[in-house]
């Protein structure tokens, strides 16, 4: 049987982001801690039109020295790298172009409808609502910027049942996956607050992921140390085995 391991971790957040609680050192001080060989910083990108919850623009070169400048200095230790969680719009390419850029890598984390830099956070979806999400994620895996897709069942959290539309986008984020060779994150910082089947890790979702070759990427969504340590990592691991996706899952981070 394969063995279940996670010592690389390419979602991890810190006070640049407005709502979590650790420093970038002391997210890397506790992953030396906890066994990890790899940490990747993925703050939540800037929009043109500021938001709270997540890096402000004029923030972005200090972010980026930070974790650069004392990945340097544990080197010895765990491997660094720094990125982004971004949403993503086809009409706004240049600007995550010039973000990806800046940065080893990028991970999609859709939290809007329609173009993020103008429409509202997710809240009461619609049938038509999961059609415009899935044709939004469907841009990100053609753009070529995105090495993973977070929370891929994230939309489900803001939808109310498990119907042919829900099932409509399972697949279209199944077939993404496969067509682009990206895998999908399964999120530890989910289960904390998982009360429904719906919410992610979705009940329903990952069962439809185990009978595909679909990637598994398994990621701790740290926005608190505790997220990467092992009483958390043991939760998910019991869903991955539940839902049968062992098999899925990949120890590394292939960077596009």
Same mark, same amino acid.
């Given at each position: ?29 506790? /992953? ?31 972010? $980026? ?21 971004? &949403? ?15 940065? %080893? ?23 038509? @609502? ?10 990100? +895996?053609?753009?070529?910027?995105? !090495?993973?897709? /977070?929370?891929? %069942? ?8 498990? @119907? &042919?539309?829900? $099932? ?42 185990? !009978?595909?070759? +679909?990637?598994?990427?398994?990621? /701790? %969504? ?35």
């Amino acid at each position: 049987m394969k063995k279940l391991e996670f010592k690389n971790n390419y979602h991890t957040h810190t006070v640049y982001c407005h709502h979590a609680k650790n420093t970038v050192e002391e997210n890397i001080k506790a /992953a030396i801690k906890f066994g990890y060989k790899t940490l990747g910083f993925s703050e939540h990108a800037p929009l043109k039109v500021h938001r709270n919850f997540r890096l402000n623009l004029s923030e972005v070169d200090d972010y $980026i020295h930070e974790v650069r400048t004392l990945g340097k200095l544990y080197q010895k230790k765990i491997h660094v790298l720094v990125g982004f969680e971004a &949403e993503y719009h086809r009409s706004q390419y240049k600007f995550y172009k010039k973000l990806r850029d800046k940065v %080893d890598y990028m991970i999609l984390g859709n939290h809007n409808i329609g173009n993020p830099h103008l429409s509202k956070d997710l809240k009461g979806l619609n049938a038509f @609502d999961l059609e415009q999400y899935g044709e939004q994620l469907e841009d990100a +895996c053609k753009s070529g910027l995105f !090495s993973a897709i /977070a929370h891929p %069942d994230y939309a489900y959290a803001f939808y109310h049942s498990w @119907d &042919e539309d829900a $099932i409509q986008l399972a697949n279209l984020i199944i077939d993404c996956s496969l067509k682009y060779d990206i895998p999908l994150g399964f999120n530890i910082n989910g289960i904390a607050t998982k009360k429904r089947l719906m919410d992610y890790p979705n009940d329903y979702f990952w069962p439809m992921v185990a !009978s595909t070759k +679909c990637k598994v990427l398994i990621e /701790a %969504d740290a926005h608190d140390i505790k997220t990467m340590a092992k009483p958390s990592v043991e939760k998910a691991f019991a869903l991955i085995r539940k839902w049968d996706l062992v098999k899925n899952v990949t120890p590394k981070l292939v960077i596009k």
